[in-house]
């Protein structure tokens, strides 16, 4: 089956530092990639949604400044957590589509923020 | 917007038992629904996928079943094992896109 590859898995990092997470589409291209955050005893909300070659679009209450997503190629989206804080501390989560229905996870990244 | 409620939040059960997690969602026009398997801190594993014109769908001791019209599907786990415990999500998907209404999950524990 198809593979997402979502990376770090674990980050822990300073309040006031960015954060990278990647998430590579490795044997399909992906028209469209989705991150999801989820904080702790909730559901995984949709944050954006992202085309490649397109800005990224956000769902209400999603900061884009704060969350910036890169979608440049078939194969590799980012999320990028500017300033972190506490508060933004959580499990994000990519999926990817595939030029039919399918559509993929990523195996998450948990960000703690101190 | 599509609301996902799952019932119950958690649940005890002994080795061998069989039980239902519930799902229900609020807008019909869905195009398909999916079942979830998340670890403690890990990504999510699809177990099964009902196509808006299934009912339901079997992959061995799991059987998903749809009901569009009362906007309810049902996860049934026969013979429960300890390996079993996880939490459950179920994720409606809508009908003009690729993004997923989750729930907050089952937290299911099968105790030896």
Not at chain 1, 51 to 79: C, M, R
Not at chain 1, 90 to 113: E, H, K, N
Not at chain 2, 11 to 32: H, K, M, Q, R, W
Not at chain 2, 85 to 112: D, E, H, M, Q
Request: glycine share 8%; hydrophobic share 35%; aromatic share 8%.
């Amino acid at each position: 089956g198809a593979v997402v590859s979502q990376h770090p898995s674990r980050v822990i990092c300073k309040s006031g530092t960015s954060v990278k997470i990647e998430c590579r589409s490795l044997d399909f291209q992906a028209t469209t990639m989705f991150w999801y955050r989820q904080f702790p005893k909730q559901s995984l909300m949709l944050m954006a949604t992202s085309n490649e070659g397109s800005k990224a679009t956000y769902e209400q209450g999603v900061e884009k400044d704060k969350f910036l997503i890169n979608h440049a190629s078939l194969t590799l989206s980012t999320l990028t957590v500017t300033s972190a804080h506490p508060e933004d501390s959580s499990f994000y989560i990519c999926s990817a589509r595939d030029r039919g229905p399918g559509l993929f996870f990523g195996s998450g990244t948990q960000l703690s923020v101190l | 917007k599509q609301e996902v409620t799952q019932i119950p939040a958690a649940l005890s059960v002994p080795e061998g038992e069989n039980l239902v997690l519930n799902c229900s969602f609020t807008d019909s026009a869905i195009y398909n629904l999916q079942w979830f398997r998340q670890d403690p801190g890990k990504g999510l594993t699809s177990l099964l996928l009902i196509q808006s014109s299934q009912r339901e769908q079997t992959s061995g001791r799991l059987n998903a079943s749809l009901d569009k019209s009362s906007g309810r599907s049902t996860l049934y786990i026969a013979a429960s094992q300890p390996g079993d415990s996880a939490t459950y999500l179920c994720a409606a998907r809508g009908g003009s896109g690729y993004a997923l209404n989750f729930g907050k999950g089952t937290s299911l524990l099968v105790t030896p």
